[in-house]
């Protein structure tokens, strides 16, 4: 469909790209990436009168105004729920905040959730984590306008686990969420239920948000062109949507579950009394056995579960958990040339816990959460040939596997079998350091190897433009070599192995002890030159499941870091 009119706008991008090359100004080109990735328009989904829902919820999206400053409210986007079939607990507001109501379900559960919109402009809604059809997860070509309504009819076949939903418009997610549009959901199964984890007032959910105010306590968001290129980053912590988070507790165990609902920051998560971080679950559920971490990272999108265990402590102590020093994150040029008011990476508190009331029993943290297949090599139908995500960084322009994300342009090494396990690896098309010269062509060549048709050819030239692959562009790599949450829509996976080059290992250092292993993950952070292998399944369901990187800011980049798979 369309094909030819994509083709043709392929040669007027390499035309544009190579204009670029030789100096053209960067507003048009910009403005011609844009017009370039045009989203088509699709009718909204309607209830089907066959499908007969357990749960049922009017979910509307508006802009709204809500107190997070002393003095004049804040104007926000809001999602609010109201439950129409399904057990009470299912939709909890948070009370005071702009994030979207808890949504609880349970695995099986048949789900119908009509959307309504209220904004000016299009949306969408992503069940993000949710193993759901592709015409139910929120890709952007759905988008719906003002009071029209989408309605998504789905069953619940994820495992207990905490999810996100938020918005997905075409260029326009980041905007969308930073305004306020996301929250949590909580998936539950037998398999957790048995295990008598923390539950009610003791399991608490913390969203983890950075958010810039105007003098008017208005929200500011990236206009410069360097928030785009590194992602935008506030200058105060909210929790739950609120400044100074203080929480205060029992002396027993509670369940922490945590979200990075940042546009772009990443935390390193850590006591202040450095006791260790006991991690539980990781976005796909719960691990196998409970780990403890001196640190955690997390990066947007990712999720943890965690273990926080007060008992034996006095009343009135308290405990911080703050986001300690890391480096490497971001491009070093950048960051010598910009100081940010609360740097990514510098050490400062996230939220305040105070142990208020004294209990004398506390749950016991179970030594066995879960059991799980883990994924072999051996599982996948391509053991030799992984999918390659290869990350391009450059100036004005952040892609994967060389392409700006364009409706209906699937490289042959996106097309996925449905029902099959897929090897992946994730990696940083220059090799990152930017000192592997002679590496650049063959891990360019293993990103491109799928296929050799025309669009496969010009993918190919245009991967090189977007590395800034030229000799004189040599040390760019080095200069704009960031880390990227790469998130793949679908089903959730499995790492199965990390790499570094060694010219990162000082950086590395300050954040490897922080990743968790071993459980289901659907973003991961790709550090500057590593590559990380997953496997993970597309079953189920076919058709068209973005993978992008979850700094918001590099997803809705004109030449950004989204793609789809198109399931077949
Ligand atoms: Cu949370 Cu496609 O994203
Ligand atoms: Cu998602
Ligand atoms: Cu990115």
Not at 30 to 52: D, Y
Not at 219 to 240: K, P, T
Request: proline fraction near 7%; charge should be negative.
């Amino acid at each position: 469909m369309n094909k030819s009119i994509n083709l043709s706008r392929r040669r007027f991008f390499a035309k544009t790209g190579a204009g670029l090359l030789v100096g053209a100004g960067l507003p048009s080109w910009l403005q011609a990436m844009e017009g370039m990735s045009e989203m088509p328009k699709r009718a909204p989904n309607k209830a089907s009168p066959n499908f007969h829902p357990d749960v049922e919820i009017d979910l509307l999206t508006k802009p709204s105004t809500i107190s997070i400053l002393p003095g004049q409210p804040t104007q926000v986007l809001q999602y609010v729920a109201k439950l129409i079939k399904g057990p009470a607990n299912t939709v909890t507001e948070i009370p005071g905040s702009y994030l979207g109501p808890i949504l609880r379900f349970e695995k099986g559960q048949k789900i119908r959730i009509n959307l309504r919109s209220e904004l000016n402009e299009p949306t969408i809604t992503h069940w993000h984590g949710l193993h759901v059809p592709a015409l139910m997860d929120g890709h952007p070509l759905y988008a719906i306008d003002k009071v029209q309504v989408f309605v998504y009819e789905f069953e619940m076949l994820n495992r207990a686990s905490m999810s996100i939903y938020h918005p997905h418009p075409h260029n326009m997610t980041a905007s969308q969420v930073y305004h306020g549009l996301a929250g949590a959901i909580l998936v539950t199964d037998p398999e957790e239920q048995r295990l008598g984890l923390p539950n009610g007032e003791y399991e608490i959910p913390l969203v983890i948000q950075d958010r810039r105010f105007d003098d008017n306590n208005q929200l500011v968001y990236a206009s410069h062109m360097r928030d785009r290129m590194m992602g935008f980053y506030g200058d105060r912590i909210l929790i739950n949507g609120r400044p100074d988070f203080n929480l205060d507790v029992a002396s027993r165990a509670y369940r922490f579950r945590i979200l990075n609902g940042s546009t772009a920051r990443i935390y390193k998560l850590a006591w202040d009394d450095n006791s260790p971080i006991t991690v539980i679950g990781t976005e796909g559920g719960l691990l196998e056995s409970p780990v403890h971490k001196p640190y955690v990272m997390l990066a947007p999108g990712e999720r943890l579960d965690v273990w926080a265990d007060f008992s034996g402590r006095n009343v009135g102590s308290q405990l911080v958990l703050r986001s300690r020093s890391f480096s490497g994150v971001l491009p070093k040029m950048a960051t010598r040339m910009h100081q940010m008011a609360l740097p990514v990476g510098s050490d400062y508190p996230l939220l305040t816990v105070k142990v208020t009331r004294q209990v004398s029993d506390s749950p016991a943290l179970p030594n066995s959460l879960s059991t799980y297949h883990h994924y072999q090599i051996s599982d996948t139908v391509n053991p030799n040939n992984p999918v390659p995500i290869a990350i391009s960084e450059g100036p004005m322009s952040m892609l994967l596997n060389g392409r700006p994300y364009a409706y209906n342009d699937v490289l042959p090494s996106e097309r996925i079998p449905v029902n099959t396990i897929q090897l992946m690896e994730i990696f940083h098309a220059h090799g990152g350091s930017g000192g592997h010269g002679d590496d650049k062509s063959k891990e360019q060549g293993e990103g491109m190897q799928h296929g050799n048709d025309k669009p496969q050819a010009e993918g190919h030239k245009m991967g090189g433009m977007g590395m800034m692959g030229g000799e004189g562009m040599a040390g760019m790599g080095t200069m704009m070599s960031m880390a990227h949450p790469i998130h793949l829509h679908g089903q959730s996976f499995q790492i199965l192995s990390r790499s570094i080059g060694a010219a990162e290992s000082e950086d590395y250092a300050t954040v490897k002890d922080g990743f968790i292993e071993g459980g289901f993950k659907d973003t991961v952070l790709v550090m500057p030159g590593e590559r990380v292998k997953i496997i993970k399944p597309f079953q189920d369901f076919k058709g068209l499941f973005m993978y992008h990187c979850h700094n918001l800011e590099h997803e809705d980049m004109g030449m950004g870091m989204m793609r789809d798979f198109s399931v077949e």
